[in-house]
């Protein structure tokens, strides 16, 4: 993680702020639950999150017109450059990764951390 920090120093923002702004980028508006789930993040640590990056003009918060009570989230243009002026050096990051481990194995390594996202399997004897 050490060279994502130090990207992420330089650019004013925590891994976290980083996630939120990447999903929402990705992604397009979310409401809190989604961006909550994909970003593997609790409820209240998001909501502090988002309060921060809206503060900085990074996202937009807007109420839904149907349901006043949920709240949908998009990221800002100065949020979205952002992203685009880390891009570069986060491919070239990820690329790194890729390079040291070998493709097989970068292949393995996200398809686990894919399964840790996704949560222990569910047992059909009951167990």
């Not at 939120?20 to 909501?47: H, K, N, W, Y």
């Not at 003009?57 to 807007?62: E, F, M, P, S, Y």
């Amino acid at each position: 993680m050490a060279p994502i920090r130090d990207m992420l120093r330089a650019s004013g923002l925590t891994e976290q702020q980083w996630r939120v702004l990447r999903i929402l980028s990705e992604f397009g508006p979310q409401d809190l639950t989604q961006i909550a789930q994909q970003a593997c993040l609790l409820m209240p640590s998001l909501s502090r999150i988002i309060r921060n990056l809206a503060q900085n003009g990074l996202v937009i918060r807007a109420s839904d017109a149907k349901d006043r009570r949920r709240q949908t989230v998009v990221i800002s243009p100065s949020g979205q450059q952002l992203i685009d002026d880390n891009l570069l050096q986060a491919t070239q990051i990820a690329a790194n990764f890729q390079d040291q481990l070998g493709a097989e194995r970068y292949e393995l390594l996200l398809d686990l951390l894919t399964e840790l996202e996704q949560g222990p399997p569910v047992s059909v004897s009951g167990r």
